[in-house]
């Protein structure tokens, strides 16, 4: 049986050359945190998360630190109970963290969902589908109107995201 084209994308993701992943990335790391990409780098992976080459549908690329998610300790004088939030550590994985900033940068877009394109020793690298809830080309589409409902307004802070549900231990 033939394989079609999003096969042989996604084998050659699978071993990506490595230099030109370097260089990609050393590029993305000049420029700002969050970008507007025009295409999704990874066409397979977007599409089988809903990604569709239509109006209303836009491609962000975001970049953040690895690390731990502990939160500093108060440098200042505080009470003593204040300090105990330095043994608490953020429960939320890096694609979800990724998702939110770009949902707080584009604020009237709704996240349909995200996939990784990159890590290196200090970053990881995002992209994250953002659809317009408000386009009636997203309107008209029966496979992704439902997210012009009210309920699904800011899901990506509620963790409805997939990267969201998979933090929360829902999948």
């Known amino acids: 049986m033939a394989k079609g084209m999003y096969h042989y994308i996604a084998e050659a993701w699978k071993s990506p050359e490595k230099k030109t992943l370097r260089d990609r990335m050393t590029e993305w790391r000049r420029g700002n945190v969050i ?8 066409l397979d992976r977007a599409r089988k998360l809903g990604y569709k080459a239509k109006k209303g549908f836009i491609v962000t690329r975001v970049y953040l630190k690895r690390g731990g998610h502990r939160r500093p300790r108060p440098s200042k004088a505080r009470k003593s109970g204040a300090s105990l939030a330095v043994r608490k550590s953020l429960s939320m994985n890096y694609q979800w963290i990724a998702e939110q900033r770009a949902a707080r940068k584009f604020k009237n877009l709704e996240v349909l969902n995200s996939y990784q394109i990159g890590k ?10 953002l659809v317009d809830p408000e386009k009636p080309e997203i309107k008209n589409d029966q496979t992704i109107n439902w997210i012009c409902k009210p309920e699904n307004r800011k899901r990506v802070f509620r963790g409805l995201t997939s990267a969201g549900r998979k933090s929360r231990g829902l999948r």
């Not at 290196?120 to 589908?129: C, L």
């Open 35 to 42: 970008v507007k990409v025009e295409k999704p780098l990874r």
């Open 120 to 129: 290196d020793g200090e970053h990881y690298f995002f992209e994250v589908i």
